[in-house]
């Protein structure tokens, strides 16, 4: 897995988002805009792009992730 792919993910299942990711090794970084998030908790946000995620995350792909969720 890799930062491209993790990025593709989040823009083709989170409909109008803008996804920034970097890392390598499993351990990854994201910088995630969406107007999904709007009213939401930070919690709440971040527990939308784990559930994207969560094979990744349950497979050991991605076992660290850092996420900075905002609206545009």
Do not use: C, R
């Given at each position: 897995?890799?930062?491209?792919?993790?990025?593709?993910?989040?823009?083709?299942?989170?409909?109008?988002?803008?996804?920034?990711?970097?890392?390598?090794?499993?351990?990854?970084?994201?910088?995630?805009?969406?107007?999904?998030?709007?009213?939401?908790?930070?919690?709440?946000?971040?527990?939308?792009?784990?559930?994207?995620?969560?094979?990744?995350?349950?497979?050991?792909?991605?076992?660290a992730?850092?996420?900075?969720?905002?609206?545009?």
């Open positions: 897995m890799n930062a491209e792919e993790i990025e593709n993910i989040i823009e083709t299942s989170l409909n109008g988002s803008k996804a920034s990711v970097s890392g390598e090794e499993g351990k990854f970084e994201a910088t995630v805009t969406s107007n999904a998030f709007e009213g939401l908790s930070i919690v709440k946000q971040h527990q939308i792009i784990y559930k994207l995620l969560d094979q990744h995350i349950s497979s050991g792909a991605i076992h992730l850092s996420i900075k969720a905002q609206t545009p």
